[in-house]
């Protein structure tokens, strides 16, 4: 009987924690990887963990083996940076009120990309604050007047419009609710790349994969007590031998099954946001709209979306681009069942239109990215019932 691989997990002087692509992805952001190239690696990492024998990977341990998949596809300047990003200091203090934190242009920079900046522009901008800042006679600054400087700044280079919608997004970094992102879709359409990236402009530190939610089942559960969560969602019907009509779709009603199954994983995750008031986002295809079924309106702002690639060749495309990428993921695997993968993605959106929930079409991840910024700024303001400092 084969065994069934245990997912990695990451061990510290005191911490056991499951290993993350999200947060190895962030870090990666943070010292100048695009956010295709981000995930890449961190799917590569993982990957090169499940290979392993022993599921235990010491911390150091897994902070060598991303150094050196970094100097050898990009290099000592790269991999050094991944090791050193934690030590760099500005020397400009931001003071709160127990806390005393260098200046960060890649925080400030996230901040404003959230306010609708392009990357490039917001780093610029970020940089021009710095300067505002070393030119003062003082090297502290407290945490509002560095956000008046801010806005101030904001509305002198883009305008009112992109000052409160800075505003309103520097309000979720102390939030009375979290704000808790559901990102669903098939297979292939790019919601974990759209997840980072999000994160990254959002600053968001937890981004989680129902197909990690998934892979934990399993190890709980055996393929005889729970057969569908044991295979992908485009193949889970080989493994469903529940009772079904004549006329119901084997893949869908295999599919429905699965993720009605990792739901139960999925309220585990909104409720520790909840508990925490972190701010999350959630990705995969488990996401459905109408399958969340718990009421969370009272306790965070939970925005729900699905993610859709429309265009065949270019969903198809992407696959391939996948396998080139990492040959391990399989791709003849997904272009085997790409019909089903099709199949799957129509009736999401169909759920989407049925409960009114938003559908983007992927076709230029920076479009869609800021599409989704536009999208939840609206859906911010329209639950925030707080007053907003809007700036004339």
Known sequence: MKTQKKYPIVVGKSLRFPFSKGILSQRLLAIGFRPQEAYRIAEAVEERLLRRRSS??????????VHAML?????????????????????????GDKSRVPFSKGILSQSLQASGIEPNISHSLAITIEKTLLRRDSREVTRNELRELTVKTLRKEYGASYANRYLLWRRLKEPVKPLIILLGGTAGTGKSTIGVELAHRLGITRVISTDSVREVMRIMFSPELMPTIHKSSFDAWKAYDLPKSIQEDVVIAAFMEQALRVSAGIYALMDRALNEKISTIIDGVHIVPGFIKRNYAEKALISKMVITTEDEDMH???????????????????LTNFDSIRKIQN????????HNVPVFDNENLDQTVAMIVQHLTAFVRSQDKTSLNVVK
């Not at 990009?74 to 934690?86: F, N, R, T, V």
């Not at 198809?316 to 997904?334: D, H, M």
């Open 347 to 354: 009736f999401i959106v169909l759920q989407a239109n049925m």
């Open 71 to 95: 100097l050898r596809e990009y290099g000592k300047e790269s991999a050094d940076k991944y090791l050193e990003w934690k030590r760099v200091t500005s020397p400009i203090l931001v003071m």
């Open 316 to 334: 198809r495309e992407r696959f391939l681009i996948r396998g080139q990428q990492a040959s391990t993921r399989g791709v003849e695997k997904y």
């Open 56 to 65: 235990r990977v010491e911390k150091s341990q897994l902070r060598r083996i």
